[in-house]
């Protein structure tokens, strides 16, 4: 306990003299009432003192932060290292896997232009040939708006599916730099 309040005190000394006293006496009782002995207790009760200091903080008004140390995040050598070693293949393994989903993307997009396409074009050379052959200019009208109407059915998924293709691209680079540089870049 006494080991957490003084880790404690370090990160409250933007307080005045009676702000840091109450808020000391306040927590230093309440550990002591609960029975938590050990550093690992209070941590469980009431979180890091570096959270708790900013929760002491902002009730007393302080919005800056600027004596709050904030915990240092390193990369050990050895990923370094690994990642130096392992670059060729990652990075080939990353531009397969970009490649491969640019593909599906590019595959699904040219189906949908080609029905788009297909079905207007040839919606105008059947009209056009209509006193020609009426069959053939019938059949090519109702092939035209079947494609049309794929394409109305399959935009909206397809524009799903590439929102998703996207979102998952995306969190999954943020997810292993994330656990790569033990950073979190994840902004909701």
Known sequence: ?????????KYLTSLNKDDFDSAITYYSEFLEDGGFINYEDCVRELGTPQHLSKNILQEFGIRSHADVVPEKKHIDWWVILLLILASPF????LIIIASII???????????ISLFLGGI???????IYIF?????????????????GLVIIMFPS????????YKLTIN?????????????????
């Open 172 to 188: 999954g680079f943020i997810s292993i730099v994330n656990s790569v540089f033990h950073v979190n870049y994840n902004k909701k």
């Open 90 to 93: 990652l990075l080939s393994f």
């Open 121 to 127: 074009v040839g919606f105008i050379a059947a009209v």
């Open 1 to 9: 306990m006494i080991e957490y309040i003084n880790e404690l005190k």
């Open 132 to 148: 020609d052959n009426l069959q053939i200019s019938l059949m090519q009208i109702g092939l035209s708006i079947f494609a049309l």
């Open 158 to 165: 397809c524009m799903k599916l590439f929102k998703i293709i």
């Open 102 to 112: 640019f593909s599906i993307v590019v595959t699904i997009a040219s189906v949908l």
